[in-house]
């Protein structure tokens, strides 16, 4: 990829600069009926009604997904976090949906794993729309919003571990031990992303922001295009003979 080769793409590596990110298609819906995520202000509404309280949720680490997607990484994770009580991380077989949860049932952990599939993964903006604590490997792909994800300080929306997941039972036992952090770490979270970033407004804004600059990118044309159409506004004034000269 370089600069002759303008892209816009739902995710890129760090040294892939010359492409454009744009919101991936998860904003608008999901394909996959089986998956029971539908849109994604859906997901949210299904977040808000269930409504489960910090003090309420379970102690415990939660992670659902394909091994086959990025077998090491992931099964990297189900070694790690085998056998210790705060671990709830298992593959779903969808032939049988053995071991599924809904997004929704994501939010009644405090803690949600999320991790990278073939290239980026579209579960982020799910957990984020949980007031629970997600847990992130450091990533190789960048979505438009990871910007906005903060691993340290008073503004920490998130907890980053090393991408073998060597200190996850560190991090894990950190946040046990400290549960007011880990509270405010989840708050930060939905605050910065269900509650500003990731609704329908922010995508909004995002797009036309992606459009303005992409015109100011682009090169001018120089040659002038024939005007042989006209434009939809002024159509749309037009009485029903003269619509229907447009339409041989």
Known sequence: MGPRHPLWVLARKAEEESVWLMP????????????????????????RQRDVPWDQKRDKLVWRGKLSFALKLRRTLLEVARGYPWGDVREVEWSNKANFLS??????????????????????????ACQSVVVIHKLQYIQHHHYLLVSSGSQQNFVQVERDFSDLPQKMQELLDNPAKAQRIARNSVNVFRERYLTAAA??????????????????????????????????????????????
């Open 24 to 47: 991936d298609f998860g904003f608008w819906s999901w394909g996959h009926l089986d998956s029971k995520i539908g849109p994604y202000d859906q997901v949210v509404e299904h977040v």
């Open 103 to 128: 997004m929704e049932e994501h939010c009644d952990y405090k803690f949600i794993a999320h991790v990278e599939g073939r290239s980026y993964s579209a579960s982020l903006k799910y957990h984020q």
């Open 203 to 248: 995508d909004a804004c995002y797009w036309r922001a992606l459009l303005l600059a992409w015109a100011v990118a682009s090169p001018a044309l120089t040659l002038s295009a024939p005007q042989n159409g006209l434009r939809y506004k002024s159509f749309l004034l037009l009485g029903d003979s003269n619509m229907m000269r447009f339409g041989r």
